[in-house]
């Protein structure tokens, strides 16, 4: 009963998407957009990878409204008019317009809060957070927590070590079916302290080791 309320609230849908991806029927993504294992995309997101692309790693959260641009909406600054004439004229590349190429690469387990924005050619880093309402035009760095306008570093959300024990650990990088028997351990993470977050990690790598041996 819970499942079915949270799921009727967010939208998404019921229905497993390869690899656990869930995208509700509300969201729009077009173009060259990539989106990892598990990841969950909320209703009245949008992201269009148009003229460059827009890359989602594993594990994510994005919440409702939140808007991923690519170099396809930037508009010339530089020229007479910022209006995009080759939507009239055929004869002009729309690729003569694009000041911003790279592209949009949001990492692994990254929760992007209702309505954020991401400007084109961002970088997110994994395990990053991205605030509610937040407009991030720069790259954010692994773990950090952003929010505002324009979005401004909060804080990281573990100590430096734990940190970089996570990353080192790729967990992200496993199925959910690899993850569940310590899914309850993941799940209630730094709630019990950094110290049960690194055995969790301990537990994980030995999971890993046992599996392939
Ligand atoms: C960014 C966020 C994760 C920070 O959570 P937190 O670490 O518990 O932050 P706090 O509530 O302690 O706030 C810390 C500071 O950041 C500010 N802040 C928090 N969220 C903010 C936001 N979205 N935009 C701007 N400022 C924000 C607070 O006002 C506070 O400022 P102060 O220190 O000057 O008082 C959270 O506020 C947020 O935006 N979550 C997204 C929720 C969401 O979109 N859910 C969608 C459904 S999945």
Same mark, same amino acid.
Request: contains cysteine; aromatic residues 6%; glycine residues 10%.
């Given at each position: 009963? *819970?499942?079915?309320? /949270?799921?009727? +609230? %967010?939208?998404? *849908?019921?229905?497993?998407?390869? @690899? ?7 969201? %729009?993504?077009?173009?060259? /957009?990539?989106? !990892?294992?598990? %990841? ?24 409702? &409204? ?5 170099? !396809? @909406? ?38 992007? &809060?209702?309505?954020?924005? /991401? ?7 994994? !395990? ?8 991030? %035009? ?37 199925? +959910? ?17 950094? @110290? ?18």
């Amino acid at each position: 009963m *819970r499942d079915l309320l /949270v799921r009727l +609230y %967010t939208g998404i *849908r019921l229905r497993a998407r390869p @690899q656990g991806r869930r995208i509700s029927p509300l969201a %729009t993504i077009r173009g060259d /957009v990539s989106l !990892g294992k598990c %990841t969950y995309v909320s209703g009245y997101a949008e992201m269009r990878g148009i003229g460059s692309a827009v890359r989602i790693g594993n594990y994510c959260s994005v919440a409702r &409204g939140v808007k991923i641009l690519s170099a !396809g @909406q930037v508009h010339d600054l530089d020229a007479i008019s910022t209006f995009p004439f080759y939507l009239i004229d055929p004869a002009l590349e729309r690729a003569d317009t694009m000041a911003q190429r790279r592209d949009v690469v949001i990492g692994n387990d990254v929760w992007i &809060g209702v309505d954020a924005i /991401v400007m084109p050619g961002v970088h997110v880093g994994d !395990g990053a957070v991205i605030g509610a309402g937040a407009v991030v %035009t720069r790259d954010v760095e692994p773990f950090q927590i952003v929010a505002g306008v324009p979005a401004k570093a909060l804080r990281k959300r573990f100590s430096e070590p734990v940190c970089a024990a996570i990353a080192a650990s790729k967990w992200w990088e496993r199925d +959910y079916r690899e993850l569940k028997p310590l899914i309850r351990r993941i799940h209630a993470g730094g709630r019990d302290g950094e @110290q049960a977050i690194l055995e969790t990690l301990g537990l994980l790598a030995g999971a890993a080791q046992a599996a392939a041996s």
